[in-house]
């Protein structure tokens, strides 16, 4: 059995299959199973047959399940676009025992299927080319992979690495990540900040997040405070009251921005507030009042 992966999914073209993909949503399982089977028998020439079949593993009804499951299994040749890799995450993550099985054995064959083809793809002379690569490993869920394309000389390539890292968000990339955060390019730098934020600035982390609040480029220190308002307060506090006193105006408004969560229940955070009154920026000393009110 080949199983391949394209990150465009296809719809069923030909009319009769129309018509049993319409039946797919029947409320008689009866009626569902006979059209699922009849999209079986149509094989390879019926496109978005995999995605179909991968989204039945997710049927009401067992049988439908259990047709769905047994096509994955035994079809020569499918294909699953990214709507596919969908159904077959969550049939991993919640389905029975069998359908749980096949979802897995499916996506332990497509990484390793798409492994090669992918690799190829992250060492292509065109940046496009590695950025598409990188987001078909991203969306296989393939973590390792990913982390492989974090050296690539293109910005647009580590950018992707970085916001893909972050919808995985899987413990195995936070190495990386933090790799990203010391990055040379600051661009690079505020995609690895803001996948840090997204993820919750994990301990692993927070330590490079808050080197960046003493960046050299006010866009990293600003996007640093602005994570920051995503840690935990015992993290995020005391580089935020320094930022406080940056001398680029947006770095400090952000960093108020940030610490207006914690003016309720940190003293400390009264006090540095209560300082920035006296901000020679009047759009500064507005927002503090709002933070303290």
Request: aromatic share 2%.
């Amino acid at each position: 059995m080949t199983i391949t992966h394209t990150t465009e999914t296809t719809d069923i073209l030909d009319t009769g299959a129309h018509e049993d993909e319409r039946r797919l949503s029947d409320p008689d399982p009866t009626v569902r199973a006979a059209a699922l089977s009849s999209l079986i028998l149509g094989g390879e020439a019926v496109r978005g047959l995999g995605d179909t079949l991968a989204w039945a593993l997710a049927d009401a009804d067992e049988r439908v399940r259990g047709i769905a499951a047994t096509a994955l299994r035994d079809l020569p040749e499918v294909y699953l676009g990214d709507d596919g890799v969908r159904a077959l995450l969550l049939a991993v993550a919640d389905g029975e025992s069998d359908v749980r099985e096949t979802a897995g054995n499916l996506l332990r064959t497509l990484i390793e299927g798409a492994a090669e083809l992918y690799d190829q793809g992250l060492n292509d002379g065109e940046t496009q080319v590695r950025i598409q690569a990188v987001l078909g490993l991203v969306a296989l869920r393939a973590v390792t992979e990913v982390a492989h394309a974090a050296d690539d000389p293109a910005r647009e390539v580590r950018i992707a690495v970085a916001e893909g890292l972050a919808r995985l968000a899987d413990p195995a990339g936070l190495p990386v990540l933090e790799e990203l955060l010391a990055d040379h390019d600051p661009v690079v730098r505020m995609a690895a900040i803001d996948a840090a934020a997204d993820l919750g600035v994990p301990e692993p982390l927070a330590g490079r997040v808050i080197t960046s609040v003493a960046h050299t480029s006010w866009q990293v220190r600003k996007r640093a405070a602005l994570a920051l308002g995503k840690a935990d307060a015992e993290i995020a506090v005391r580089p935020l009251i320094r930022a406080l006193r940056d001398r680029i105006v947006d770095v400090r408004r952000t960093a108020v921005q940030s610490l207006e969560q914690w003016a309720g229940d940190r003293p400390e955070v009264v006090t540095a507030l209560t300082e920035s009154l006296a901000d020679p920026d009047p759009g500064v000393r507005t927002q503090v009042r709002w933070a303290l009110a």
